[in-house]
C-alpha cells in the first residue's frame, strides 16, 4: 500500500518562505500526476497545485506566482516551495495523486502569522 509523507511545514511570519516535502513508497512519482492540497482548519480540503508525468503543472488562483511545485530528478520526492506566504495560506498541507487516490497521509501544518 502507498504510504505518503508530508515534512517541511512550520510557523513563518507573512511574507515567508517555506518548503514541503513528500515522500512515497514505490514509484508512484513517476507515473502519476501528482498534486499539493490544503485544507485549512473548518474549510473542505482543496487543490493547490499539480504536476503531471510530462512536467505541465496548474495552480489554484490563490498561489499562483507564489508557489511552485516540483520533483527532483530521480522523481522520489515532490516538493511544494512557497513564496510571500499569507496568513489565509494556514492549512495543513497534504500531496496526494491528481485524484486523491492513494491513502492520504497526516499532512504538515502551515501556519503563517505575526
Known amino acids: 500500500q502507498v504510504q505518503l509523507v508530508e515534512s517541511g511545514g512550520g510557523l513563518v511570519q507573512p511574507g515567508g518562505s517555506l518548503r514541503l516535502s513528500c515522500g512515497a513508497s514505490?514509484?508512484?512519482?513517476?507515473?502519476?500526476?501528482m498534486a499539493w492540497y490544503r485544507q485549512a482548519s473548518g474549510y473542505q480540503r482543496e487543490l493547490v497545485a499539480a504536476i503531471r508525468v510530462g512536467g505541465s503543472k496548474d495552480y489554484v488562483d490563490s498561489v499562483k506566482g507564489r508557489f511552485t511545485i516540483s520533483t527532483d530528478s530521480t522523481k522520489t520526492r515532490l516538493w511544494l516551495q512557497m513564496n510571500s506566504l499569507k496568513p489565509e495560506d494556514t492549512a495543513v498541507y497534504y500531496c496526494?495523486?491528481?485524484?486523491?487516490?492513494?491513502?492520504w497521509g497526516q499532512g504538515t501544518q502551515v501556519t503563517v502569522s505575526s
Open positions: 514505490g514509484t508512484i512519482f513517476r507515473f502519476n500526476a
Open positions: 496526494n495523486g491528481l485524484s486523491g487516490q492513494y491513502p
